[in-house]
């Protein structure tokens, strides 16, 4: 596989990240070994969930550890490795590949804040707020809910599979996409929304209640 141009904006976490004294090539190695690279498979997933490509996820994994090796000193052990290489790989998305991956036809964000708005508040009273790890389609894993997660836009397939698929908080979540915490909860409720209209027919035709 090539190795890609490093970018130089966007890609780490910027907080602190000059605090910590360099480690030594030996220290370097042992911290990617212990702290990064058993991540290496959710990397994979992760990548592979964005790009929907194979030889494009492997691109991208490769360019996420080798960013995640170049600026290890900014990595403070002891904390979640997973988040610091998931953010690292979203920039990395952004800024090298997302120009190079075919994506799905842009959804309308008017349309969907008009649909959101009109629906917000029957949701919330019944609290009918769909969560792909909790009531809603408990043991669904077929062609019809990957291709619905696929069809998403960018960024709402983002949220899905970091909170859904992954298990961040919205703090951790909000950290990795760099937006508020108030925005992770709008964009996930949005897309949460989209996904269960997209699959409200199969789940029914599976016997879940998707209501």
Request: charged share 30%; with cysteine; hydrophobic share 40%.
């Amino acid at each position: 596989m090539s190795v890609l141009p490093i970018a130089q904006e966007n890609m780490l976490p910027t907080p602190e990240e000059q605090e910590f004294s360099a480690p030594n090539d030996s220290e370097k190695n042992t911290i990617f070994t212990a702290e990064l690279m058993p991540h290496i498979d959710s990397m994979y997933n992760f990548a592979f969930k964005l790009t929907l490509s194979e030889h494009d996820a492997k691109d991208l994994v490769q360019d996420t550890y080798l960013k995640a090796y170049r600026f290890i000193a900014s990595f403070e052990r002891g904390t979640n490795a997973k988040a610091w290489l998931f953010k690292i790989m979203k920039n990395s998305f952004i800024n090298d590949f997302r120009k190079k991956t075919k994506q799905p036809a842009k959804i309308d964000y008017q349309e969907v804040e008009n649909i959101y708005n009109a629906e917000a508040a029957e949701d919330n009273a019944n609290n009918a707020s769909f969560d792909l790890r909790a009531d809603s389609l408990p043991d669904m894993i077929g062609d019809e809910v990957t291709t619905a997660i696929n069809s998403l836009d960018t960024d709402f397939r983002m949220v899905i599979i970091l909170c859904d698929l992954e298990g961040f908080t919205y703090e951790e979540m909000a950290k990795i996409l760099d937006i508020p915490v108030g925005t992770v909860r709008s964009r996930l409720h949005r897309a949460r929304y989209i996904l269960k209209e997209k699959l409200r027919n199969y789940a029914e035709s599976m016997g879940y209640n998707s209501e």
